[in-house]
C-alpha cells in the first residue's frame, strides 16, 4: 500500500521570499509523483509530475520539484513566490500499472502575504 | 486539451432528494474516471472508480446503493446520491484518465460540484 505525507498543514510566506512544501512517500514498488494545485472551490490542475528520467522536474509558473528515492521525497520548492500563488498543494502517488489510482496528501494550504 | 467539465458546481437540495452530477471529458476518451470526496480543509478521498460499460468499483466504506455510478460512454460518468441526507453535504471531484495517452499515471480533473443538503 501507499501513502504521502505531508507534514505542513499551513506554510505561511511573503511575498517574493522562497518556499518549501514537503513531501513524502511511502510504496514497496516504484511509483509516479505528482504535485496538484487548488484554487478555493475548484478542482485540481496538475503542477508537475515525476514520471521517469530526470529526477528535477520543473512548471511553467515557476515551481520544481525533486525525486528523491534514498529519501522517498518530492518536496516543492520555489525561488520567489507571489500572492497568485496562494493556493492548496496536494502531492500525490501513483503505482505504473496501477491503473491510474492517486494516493493523496493532506495537502499544504500555502498563504503568500505582502 | 484534456478538459474535464462537472455539472452543476453548485447544487442545494432538499433533504431525501437525489442529485445527479455529470462528470465529462470534453476533448478525449476516459476509459476510467474516479469520483473523489472532499471535506473542508481535507484531502481528497477516493470513493469509486468508475469504467466505461461495467461496474464501478467503490473503495472500503463508500455506500455502493447510497452513491450510484454510470459510466454509459467515453465521455461521460454519472454521480447519483440518493436519498441525500445533511451529512452527504460535501465538494466531490471526478477526474479522467485519457486513454489515448497510455499508463502515465495523469489524471484530468473536473471543476468540483459542491452539494449542499438542507
Known amino acids: 500500500a501507499q501513502s504521502v505525507t505531508q507534514l505542513d498543514s499551513q506554510v505561511p510566506v511573503f511575498e517574493e521570499a522562497p518556499v518549501e512544501l514537503r513531501c513524502n512517500y511511502s510504496s514497496s514498488v516504484s511509483v509516479y509523483l505528482f504535485w496538484y494545485v487548488q484554487y478555493p472551490n475548484q478542482g485540481l490542475q496538475l503542477l508537475l509530475k515525476y514520471l521517469s528520467g530526470s529526477t528535477l522536474v520543473e512548471s511553467i509558473n515557476g515551481f520544481e520539484a525533486e525525486f528523491n528515492k534514498s529519501q522517498t521525497s518530492f518536496h516543492l520548492r520555489k525561488p520567489s513566490v507571489h500572492i497568485s500563488d496562494t493556493a492548496e498543494y496536494f502531492c500525490?502517488?501513483?503505482?505504473?500499472?496501477?491503473?491510474?489510482?492517486?494516493?493523496f496528501g493532506t495537502g499544504t494550504q500555502l498563504k503568500v502575504e505582502l | 486539451g484534456a478538459v474535464v467539465s462537472q455539472h452543476p458546481s453548485w447544487v442545494i437540495c432538499k433533504s431525501g432528494t437525489s442529485v445527479k452530477i455529470e462528470c465529462r471529458s470534453l476533448d478525449f476518451q476516459a476509459t476510467t474516471m474516479f469520483w473523489y470526496r472532499q471535506f473542508p480543509k481535507q484531502s481528497l478521498m477516493l470513493m469509486a472508480t468508475s469504467n466505461e460499460g461495467s461496474k464501478a468499483t467503490y473503495e472500503q466504506g463508500v455506500e455502493k446503493d447510497k452513491f450510484l455510478i454510470n459510466h454509459a460512454s467515453l465521455t461521460l460518468s454519472t454521480l447519483t446520491v440518493t436519498s441525500a441526507h445533511p451529512e452527504d453535504s460535501s465538494f466531490y471531484i471526478c477526474?479522467?484518465?485519457?486513454?489515448?495517452?497510455?499508463?502515465?499515471?495523469?489524471?484530468?480533473f473536473g471543476e468540483g460540484s459542491r452539494l449542499t443538503v438542507l
Open positions: 500525490a502517488v501513483s503505482e505504473p500499472g496501477g491503473g491510474n489510482k492517486l494516493t
Open positions: 477526474s479522467a484518465r485519457d486513454r489515448g495517452r497510455g499508463s502515465t499515471g495523469e489524471l484530468f
